[in-house]
């Protein structure tokens, strides 16, 4: 069974476009994340949201919106797609509050590219 | 502020030992992590310090010292599907929050 998931796992697009990334964990996890990663390997956390409450917010451009339905999924829109936008974006779970646990769980990851 | 230095890659022999060092400077301390990360997939877990000392886990051990602000990964028996970029990473302040390092990329070499 896959423990973090994410879709799409390839997604092409026009600059100025809007897309969204979906990610589901089946790990009872409390805590989601969207990280970033650019051309230089670096992970970069952009959001997280323990049970579905908005915990990090990194210096993320506005036009990324993050959503948690509810504790198991945790969405990405982007609007207004630019060329810097292409990455490959991660979506990860852990539980929180103890620091053994917070191992975190990575989705296989979304290569985002704006042409 | 906190930061994380790991060096940007290393080479080396299948067979062999390798060791990765991390240097970390945190205002507090709740442990250190490291991934792995083979190219084109998602960073997997690791190892877990939180204590000072080494845990070894079949060919891979990781080492702590707290007063020196320093990990290492060692890994033993090099093949090489241990080819990867290997993170190293500690949680910010209270939140758990990850600081992650810029990942050591090793290259195995027959």
């Known amino acids: 069974d896959t423990a973090v998931s994410q879709t799409p796992k390839y997604l092409v697009t026009q600059m100025g476009n809007d897309k969204s990334i979906k990610c589901e964990q089946n790990?009872?996890?409390?805590?989601m994340y969207w990280y970033k990663q650019d051309s230089k390997k670096f992970l970069k956390i952009m959001f997280s949201?323990?049970?579905?409450?908005?915990?990090i917010n990194e210096t993320v451009p506005n036009r990324f919106s993050p959503k948690s339905p509810d504790k198991a999924h945790l969405n990405l829109h982007i609007n207004s797609l630019e060329l810097g936008d292409s990455a490959v974006y991660f979506c990860?779970?852990?539980?929180?509050?103890?620091?053994?646990?917070?191992?975190?769980?990575f989705g296989p990851g979304t290569r985002l590219t704006v042409l | 502020g906190q930061n994380i230095d790991q060096p940007t890659e290393m080479t080396a022999t299948e067979g062999a030992i390798v060791q990765i060092n991390c240097t970390y400077q945190?205002?507090?301390?709740?442990?250190l992590f490291w991934y792995q990360q083979h190219a084109g997939e998602a960073p997997t877990f690791l190892s877990y310090?939180?204590l000072d000392g080494l845990e070894e886990k079949g060919r891979f051990s990781s080492f702590l010292s707290r007063s020196k602000g320093y990990s290492y990964l060692l890994l033993k028996e090099l093949q090489m599907k241990d080819s990867a970029s290997y993170l190293c990473?500690?949680?910010?302040?209270?939140?758990?929050?990850?600081?992650w390092g810029a990942g050591t990329k090793l290259i195995i070499k027959p």
């Open positions: 949201y323990n049970n579905k409450e908005l915990i």
């Open positions: 945190t205002s507090g301390f709740n442990g």
């Open positions: 990860a779970s852990s539980s929180f509050g103890v620091a053994e646990a917070n191992e975190q769980f």
């Open positions: 310090n939180v």
């Open positions: 990473a500690v949680p910010k302040d209270s939140n758990y929050q990850l600081i």
């Open positions: 790990l009872g996890h409390d805590t």
